[in-house]
């Protein structure tokens, strides 16, 4: 774990998601490739935010997740990513 905000009071998960990546970003001065959360962050201009700063997929499961982008389970960007990278997928 890299990062963790523990807000004040019962705070919403998708109002957050930004401001985590942002703080293990200052504290490790690397931005993530790839950004995976449950659908509690599920929050689209979050993500296109974080797409417009440099993260190369921003998944994020459950529901309200596939809804923002618009992938069903197991044909996101992540299992197909692994699809064309992975050497284990031509067996």
Request: hydrophobic share 35%; glycine share 10%; no cysteine.
């Amino acid at each position: 774990m890299s990062a963790l905000i523990v807000p004040r009071g019962n705070a919403a998960d998708n109002g957050q998601l930004v401001d985590v990546v942002l703080d293990h970003w200052d504290r490790t001065q690397v931005l993530p490739g790839l950004v995976s959360s449950d659908d509690g962050y599920s929050d689209q201009s979050a993500r296109e935010d974080l797409l417009a700063a440099g993260v190369k997929v921003v998944s994020i499961s459950g529901a309200r997740g596939k809804k923002i982008t618009g992938t069903k389970s197991g044909t996101g960007p992540i299992t197909a990513r692994r699809e064309t990278t992975d050497p284990r997928s031509s067996r």
